[in-house]
């Protein structure tokens, strides 16, 4: 046999077993291999949570759901966040979109995309999800078994007034902290308790050890952590905003007030609040806001930082790579007799928006709307989501479910003020729109320079505030507008069909009454604070 004969027999050989070797690597990673029942029904989910355990957590889940439904076989999809977007759009594109997707739907450029192409899901979060059956939560309606409620910005879409995703978990903000340190530094297991307690320790965490930072800072966990901050010292504002009594407060009644001069960035709330946010950026290494969170991530796994803000969705990373022992505490806000820093913020301070996370839509493409549908009533069930919770170490999103002890310091404190309202989330740090954002934040470095402080920081915006949320919330009124002609029109088209859609859109006609006459306060509100043209 000639030489040629067998380099190109080895070749076919190493490429028949290349492929038996990728069909037995498909075949386990999918279930399906030769031994297994073929599934009469497959449905497909999409995601970006790439963090540790993610991936395992979701793949229990799905087989045992499997286990119940033998018949319906179950895929992920984990795509990175850098591309999925794009991944997203080409999928929608072409029509090969998985069944079920997360989505982040409090992207404005994106929300317009949801009627066209995800389920409303109002009718099923009615009913109630038989996956609780002979449970405490046995006959309640979905959407009551999810601790908000199944309403937040992700799975609500007010000017739609539809709800069009469930939640699967839900988050905190915390101070992760390495134990170790903390013990050998001050001696003790307790953290700090309130703002100058933290800023105390940040010295004795300097002075532990050359090069030790207090806090690993980065410019993504500062815009997370500071609005707490913020909003807290302007909470008495925020409050006296909700005119409508709604008892709540969105970014047109509390940004219409700047227009109507009922404050401003001179008012002493705000350069309280602002003076808070130097204080907590002064506890990171100079330059924090040119570095990313990753890098921030790293230092303290390192060891070479205290501790570091993060989300909760974090944690199963940290608790990965760490060769120490984690503690987590709440971002410590001032003392009601702190003569420095308190004074203008609510106590006690309730722990953030009680509200669930990573929500996944239905897709109008999907072959297997009902297969699709199951799955997730599976997941928002509470085995389900006890499932979920336990194997991805993030906080399950339906009432009742059990948490591990571990999970314990991230439970939310509900016992206080929060005046950040969960539909709109109005924050003096993001404001009404893009424009107002881009001001504050490409302005940000002032407030931390050596050489800047609050009053650098005031004076470089002061010029361009007042016309910036005058130009944002006009903007939010044409978006309103035209999002209420878009449901006018649905609306009347509801009300030709059967006697159950129009009944639905009578229940929707009382949201749109609602968003109409929100639009109309703020279109009064930009009317009578437009300047004067000349003569």
Same mark, same amino acid.
């Given at each position: 046999?000639?030489? $040629?004969?067998?380099?190109?027999?080895?070749?076919?050989?190493?490429?028949?077993?290349?492929?038996?070797?990728?069909?037995?690597?498909?075949?386990?990673?999918?279930?399906?291999?030769?031994a297994?029942?073929?599934?009469? %029904?497959?449905? $497909?989910?999409?995601?970006?949570?790439?963090?540790?355990?993610?991936?395992?957590?979701?793949?229990?889940?799905a087989?045992?759901?499997?286990?119940?439904?033998?018949?319906?076989?179950? @895929?992920?999809?984990? %795509?990175?966040?850098?591309?999925?977007?794009?991944?997203?759009?080409?999928?929608?594109?072409?029509? !090969?979109?998985?069944?079920? %997707?997360?989505?982040?739907?409090?992207?404005?450029t994106?929300?317009?995309?949801?009627?066209?192409?995800? @389920?409303?899901?109002?009718?099923?979060?009615?009913?109630?999800?038989?996956?609780?059956?002979?449970?405490?939560?046995?006959?309640?309606?979905?959407?009551? =078994?999810?601790?908000?409620g199944?309403?937040n910005r992700?799975?609500?879409?007010?000017?739609?007034?539809?709800?069009?995703?469930v939640?699967?978990?839900?988050?905190?903000?915390?101070?992760?902290?390495?134990?170790?340190?903390?013990?050998?530094?001050?001696?003790?297991?307790?953290?700090?308790?309130?703002?100058?307690?933290?800023?105390?320790l940040?010295?004795?965490?300097?002075?532990?050890?050359?090069?030790?930072?207090?806090?690993? /800072?980065?410019r993504?966990?500062?815009?997370?952590?500071?609005? !707490?901050?913020?909003?807290?010292?302007?909470?008495?504002?925020?409050?006296?905003s909700?005119?409508?009594? $709604?008892?709540?407060?969105?970014?047109?009644?509390?940004? /219409?007030?700047? +227009?109507?001069?009922?404050?401003?960035?001179? #008012?002493?709330?705000?350069?309280?609040? +602002?003076?808070?946010?130097?204080?907590?950026?002064? @506890?990171?290494?100079?330059?924090?806001?040119?570095?990313?969170?990753?890098?921030?991530?790293?230092?303290?796994?390192?060891?070479?930082?205290? #501790?570091?803000?993060?989300?909760?969705?974090?944690?199963?990373?940290?608790?990965?790579?760490?060769?120490?022992?984690?503690?987590? &505490? $709440?971002?410590?806000?001032?003392?009601?007799?702190?003569?420095e820093?308190?004074?203008? *913020?609510?106590?006690?301070?309730?722990?953030?928006?009680?509200?669930?996370?990573?929500? &996944?839509?239905?897709?109008?493409?999907?072959?297997?709307?009902?297969?699709?549908?199951?799955?997730?009533?599976?997941?928002? /069930?509470?085995?389900?989501?006890?499932? &979920?919770?336990?194997? #991805?170490?993030?906080?399950?999103?339906?009432?009742?479910?059990?948490?591990?002890?571990?999970?314990?310091?991230?439970?939310?404190?509900?016992?206080?003020?929060?005046?950040?309202? %969960?539909?709109?989330?109005?924050?003096?740090?993001?404001?009404p729109?893009?424009?107002?954002?881009?001001?504050? @934040?490409?302005?940000?470095?002032?407030l931390?320079?050596?050489?800047?402080?609050?009053?650098?920081?005031?004076?470089?915006?002061?010029?361009?505030?007042?016309?910036? *949320?005058?130009?944002?919330?006009?903007?939010?009124?044409?978006?309103?507008?035209?999002?209420?002609?878009?449901?006018?029109?649905?609306?009347?088209?509801?009300?030709?069909?059967?006697?159950?859609?129009?009944?639905?859109?009578?229940?929707?006609? #009382?949201g749109?009454?609602?968003?109409?006459?929100?639009?109309?306060?703020?279109?009064?509100? +930009? =009317?009578?604070?437009?300047?004067?043209?000349?003569?």
């Amino acid at each position: 046999m000639s030489r $040629r004969r067998i380099s190109t027999l080895v070749a076919l050989a190493l490429l028949a077993a290349a492929y038996a070797l990728s069909v037995s690597h498909v075949a386990h990673w999918r279930g399906t291999g030769p031994a297994a029942h073929p599934p009469q %029904v497959t449905i $497909r989910f999409a995601h970006w949570q790439l963090e540790a355990g993610m991936r395992e957590a979701f793949d229990l889940v799905a087989r045992r759901y499997m286990e119940l439904h033998p018949g319906v076989h179950v @895929e992920q999809f984990a %795509v990175p966040g850098a591309v999925y977007k794009q991944w997203l759009n080409t999928q929608l594109a072409g029509g !090969t979109v998985p069944d079920l %997707v997360s989505f982040n739907s409090t992207d404005l450029t994106l929300v317009a995309q949801l009627p066209r192409h995800f @389920e409303a899901l109002t009718r099923w979060l009615e009913e109630p999800n038989p996956y609780n059956a002979g449970t405490r939560l046995a006959g309640v309606p979905w959407r009551l =078994t999810f601790i908000d409620g199944g309403r937040n910005r992700s799975t609500y879409l007010d000017q739609y007034r539809n709800y069009y995703a469930v939640g699967l978990c839900t988050h905190t903000m915390r101070i992760f902290y390495n134990r170790d340190l903390l013990r050998a530094i001050t001696g003790r297991d307790a953290p700090p308790q309130n703002l100058r307690e933290w800023l105390e320790l940040g010295k004795k965490v300097r002075a532990h050890r050359p090069g030790l930072q207090a806090v690993a /800072g980065a410019r993504e966990n500062t815009l997370w952590l500071m609005p !707490t901050f913020v909003n807290q010292a302007m909470s008495r504002w925020l409050l006296a905003s909700d005119c409508a009594l $709604r008892f709540s407060t969105t970014s047109c009644d509390f940004f /219409g007030d700047v +227009l109507l001069g009922r404050w401003s960035l001179r #008012s002493p709330e705000m350069q309280q609040a +602002l003076r808070l946010a130097r204080a907590f950026g002064g @506890e990171m290494p100079p330059g924090f806001l040119q570095v990313d969170r990753d890098s921030a991530l790293q230092a303290f796994l390192r060891g070479d930082a205290f #501790s570091i803000p993060a989300g909760t969705w974090d944690y199963p990373t940290m608790r990965a790579q760490a060769a120490f022992p984690i503690g987590a &505490f $709440r971002l410590p806000m001032p003392a009601a007799d702190d003569l420095e820093f308190g004074g203008f *913020v609510l106590l006690p301070v309730a722990d953030g928006n009680l509200s669930t996370a990573m929500p &996944f839509y239905l897709a109008k493409q999907s072959r297997h709307k009902a297969e699709a549908l199951d799955f997730l009533r599976f997941v928002t /069930g509470l085995e389900g989501n006890r499932l &979920f919770s336990h194997a #991805s170490h993030w906080m399950p999103s339906i009432e009742g479910a059990e948490i591990d002890a571990e999970l314990e310091p991230f439970k939310q404190t509900l016992g206080g003020y929060n005046v950040i309202d %969960v539909q709109n989330g109005p924050s003096v740090l993001t404001g009404p729109g893009a424009d107002y954002t881009r001001l504050l @934040e490409t302005n940000l470095h002032l407030l931390y320079a050596p050489n800047g402080g609050v009053e650098a920081f005031t004076r470089a915006i002061e010029g361009r505030f007042r016309d910036t *949320v005058r130009s944002d919330l006009q903007k939010q009124l044409h978006v309103q507008l035209e999002n209420l002609r878009r449901r006018d029109l649905a609306l009347g088209a509801l009300e030709f069909l059967d006697a159950g859609e129009r009944a639905e859109a009578g229940r929707q006609l #009382s949201g749109q009454h609602l968003v109409e006459t929100q639009a109309c306060l703020l279109a009064g509100t +930009l =009317t009578d604070t437009a300047p004067q043209s000349l003569p």
